[in-house]
Nanobody
Framework: QVQLVESGGGLVQAGGSLRLSCVASGRTFRNYAMGWFRQAPGKEREFVAAIARAGGVTSYADSVKGRFTISRENAKNTVYLQMNSLKVEDPGDYYC???????????????????WGKGTQVTVSS
């Protein structure tokens, strides 16, 4: 059974940085694309970033381009989200996502996601 465990959330001032981590278990990590989504209170969950299985291709929501960086360490079964220049509109629960099948087309929707973590909370103070 695939499990995703996020960590690294917390409270940070606007302009600050946080790095989220997600450790995956239950299958061969390097065979699947991974991603991050977020959900603010009262809003729908939205795509943040995704990364291909080998890490060479990434995709970002326009709202985070240039500020957030997704990366992965396949040897550690871990995907990261480095968040810099955090803004007051960035807070929410951040969820790690794993591709359901190795041949599922991944992108900015969540139709390719087969597994979700429980989330880690990010709060940004002004």
């Amino acid at each position: 059974q695939v499990q995703l465990v996020e960590s690294g959330g917390g409270l940070v001032q606007a302009g600050g940085s946080l790095r989220l981590s997600c450790v995956a278990s239950g299958r061969t990590f390097r065979n699947y694309a991974m991603g991050w989504f977020r959900q603010a209170p009262g809003k729908e969950r939205e795509f943040v970033a995704a990364i291909a299985r080998a890490g060479g291709v990434t995709s970002y929501a326009d709202s985070v381009k240039g500020r957030f960086t997704i990366s992965r360490e396949n040897a550690k079964n871990t995907v990261y989200l480095q968040m810099n220049s955090l803004k007051v509109e960035d807070p929410g629960d951040y969820y790690c996502a794993a591709q359901k099948n190795y041949d599922s087309t991944w992108g900015s929707t969540d139709t390719w996601v087969g597994y979700w973590g429980k989330g880690t909370q990010v709060t940004v103070s002004s």
